[in-house]
């Protein structure tokens, strides 16, 4: 059975950090595009970062460029979302999830597996 499973979130001051995992079941995260979505109340669902299997390389989102750093552990089969300096425009529930497409910009548009989400929210 593929499973996904979020954790991590919580509540935190601007500026501070947080990290997320997500640890996959039934299937082998190093195989697939794997990234990080959020989707925040009354706004549209933004793709934070993905990493492709091939090369191991990173995509991440302007908004979030600097400040989250995404890592794949493929002998824990779990990735990961390190955030820093986190915002008030950071909160919203935080999705890991695989795609059919390479990382890019779009990777999050097909989706195929997605957990349940973790709660972020940034403020003081």
């Known amino acids: 059975q593929v499973q996904l499973v979020e954790s991590g979130g919580g509540l935190v001051q601007p500026g501070g950090s947080l990290r997320l995992s997500c640890a996959a079941s039934g299937f082998t995260l190093g195989y697939y595009t794997i990234g990080w979505f959020r989707q925040a109340p009354g706004k549209e669902r933004e793709g934070v970062s993905c990493?492709?299997?091939?090369?191991?390389?990173?995509y991440y989102a302007d908004s979030v460029k600097g400040r989250f750093t995404i890592s794949r552990d493929n002998a824990k089969n779990t990735v990961y979302l390190q955030m820093n300096s986190l915002k008030p425009e950071d909160t919203a529930v935080y999705y890991c999830a695989t795609s059919l497409s390479r990382c890019g910009s779009s990777w999050y548009v097909v989706i195929e597996y997605w957990g349940q989400g973790t709660q972020v929210a940034v403020s003081s």
């Open positions: 990493l492709s299997s091939s090369d191991s390389s990173a």
